[in-house]
């Protein structure tokens, strides 16, 4: 990712969120797209940004509870993926995401371009593309073993006609809240 920036782009330092090699208050906002759960410290990875930034902290992440109800995936067809997220997911309204983080809703568009996790909510033939699943961490670090069997089933119910049938609603949809949240913080 670091090679495909424009060469005209702020330079790059190599870190992780839950130890910013940066002083205190050494710049004006932070922003963390879907990275601080892969840390191996989550709670260190929402503290850090707020010791570095002197205006502003934006993560984006996603609330499992809601991830887990609403995303037809998870709930239907791989509900080991989610139980995968739950070891890892940050605790969206509570500590350490909590107080001083106003919450936004993120819905997701149905032709959204970056390809994480829910963002085929509604090309569910992307998910049966292993190239597609190569860059969802959720399911490459779930394991292809463990959820081929949500896999077939999720085949079986394409070719049947039975999941769009049972989601037939999701067509007049433009987007949906599947559970990603903005967490923002002002100092
Ligand atoms: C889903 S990608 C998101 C990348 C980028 N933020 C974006 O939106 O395109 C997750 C990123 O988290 C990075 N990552 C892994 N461990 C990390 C850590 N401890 N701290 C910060 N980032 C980490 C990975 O290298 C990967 O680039």
């Known amino acids: ?90 605790p969206v309204g509570r500590p350490p995401c909590s107080a001083e983080h106003g919450r936004r809703r993120s819905p997701l568009p149905d032709d959204c371009t970056d390809g994480f996790a829910a963002a085929y909510w509604r090309r569910p033939h992307a998910y049966l593309d292993p190239r597609v699943r190569a860059g969802i961490s959720l399911l490459a670090q779930t394991g292809e073993d463990v959820i081929a069997p949500g896999l077939a089933r999720l085949a079986d119910d394409l070719a049947s006609g039975r999941r769009h049938t049972r989601h037939a609603g999701l067509l007049a949809l433009d987007t949906v809240d599947v559970g990603y949240r903005l967490l923002v913080a002002d100092r």
């Open 1 to 90: 990712m670091l090679d495909q920036r424009p060469p005209e782009a702020a330079p790059g330092v190599r870190a992780v969120a839950e130890r910013l090699p940066l002083r205190d208050d050494a710049v004006d906002a932070v922003m963390a797209v879907l990275t601080v759960h892969h840390g191996s410290d989550p709670a260190a990875g929402i503290r850090e940004p707020r010791r570095v930034a002197r205006r502003r902290v934006v993560v984006l992440t996603w609330d499992q509870d809601v991830f887990r109800e609403r995303f037809w995936l998870v709930r239907e067809y791989l509900p080991e993926a989610a139980a995968f997220d739950d070891s890892r997911a940050l």
